[in-house]
């Protein structure tokens, strides 16, 4: 759940955005058939099975729209969803939740989509000790959600953005002119307290990183032959971390390799949605 402060600041500009992308002037289609103020109800029905993340982000949609409007949950974040499900009712003027409607499902969905698909990916790494990261591909202007959706299916979030850490990726090195340079020009510039961490794609690169004294190695792309030979060459020295095309389909066999982390784009890149409808809707009072 988002704190308050977290909120404000950073999601409900996010949401202005978003439905101020949907009303340019005004939503002809609702104002044409509902020209006057009357008090609605919509349920909140699951179509599939999955699990269920973004209710507060929904929620926030229609209140953002009319502070009056309140939604009472019957499922909180984090919770398997079925099909035919009834996840929440929505009340409020009836042509704020016509308007807002597609605003707050696209983010419900997207939102369910990932934690479900993140759930499924970190479950087959449930017997282990490796932590499943997302990465920096996620859909513009909805980092924050995406993120938020991988940590409630269980997943663990990477850095945030370009800010919040070092990863020393190829082309950084191409620039540095080699991966000790650029280790080594890493850790004159970051503050003291952020890991360094470099991408790897040969054994000689690997090398390169543990003489350097980086904190984490990240293995990319590499063959399982080759990914087994540089775990044994770091030997503890450095955190290790994979990478490269992981998905579900194939996670399962790196388990064996005895390494920190598994990094995978796919849970917010390529992660379906999970299909929610508005439904019923009806004045009330």
Do not use: W
């Not at 597609?102 to 939102?111: E, F, G, I, S, V």
């Not at 269980?154 to 953005?161: Q, S, T």
């Not at 919040?164 to 890493?186: F, Q, S, T, Y």
Request: net charge negative; charged share 25%; proline share 2%.
């Amino acid at each position: 759940m988002f704190d308050p402060i977290t909120m404000k600041l950073n999601v409900d500009p996010l949401i202005l955005s978003a439905l101020q992308e949907d009303i340019t002037s005004d939503d002809v289609s609702t104002n044409s058939v509902m020209p006057h103020a009357q008090l609605g109800e919509v349920d909140l029905i699951c179509k599939q099975d999955g699990m269920i993340c973004g209710l507060q982000v929904f929620e926030r949609v229609f209140t953002l729209l009319d502070e009056t409007s309140s939604t009472d949950f019957f499922a909180a974040d984090g919770d398997a969803v079925n099909k035919g499900q009834l996840i929440a009712k929505v009340r409020s003027d009836i042509r704020i939740l016509l308007c807002g409607e597609r605003t707050a499902l696209n983010y419900l969905q997207r939102m369910s989509g990932i934690a479900t698909y993140t759930y499924s990916v970190a479950s087959l790494l449930s017997d282990t000790k490796i932590k499943l990261l997302d990465t920096r591909k996620t859909s513009p202007n909805n980092r924050i959600f995406e993120k938020y959706a991988v940590r409630t299916g269980g997943g663990n979030n990477h850095r945030y953005n370009l800010s919040d850490g070092v990863l020393l990726k190829d082309n950084h090195i191409n620039a540095a002119g080699g991966v000790k340079n650029a280790v080594l020009m890493a850790k004159e510039y970051a503050p003291f307290v952020r890991k360094i961490e470099v991408e790897v794609e040969t054994l000689d690169m690997v090398k390169e990183a543990v003489l350097a004294e980086a904190d984490i190695i990240m293995l990319d792309n590499m063959t399982h032959e080759q990914m087994k030979e540089a775990v044994d060459y770091i030997a503890g020295r450095a955190e290790v971390e994979i990478s490269g095309n992981v998905t579900k389909e194939n996670i399962a066999g790196l388990i064996d390799l005895g390494v920190d982390y598994i990094s995978s784009g796919a849970l917010t890149h390529s992660a379906p949605i999970l299909d929610l409808s508005l439904k019923n809707l009806h004045a009330v009072g």
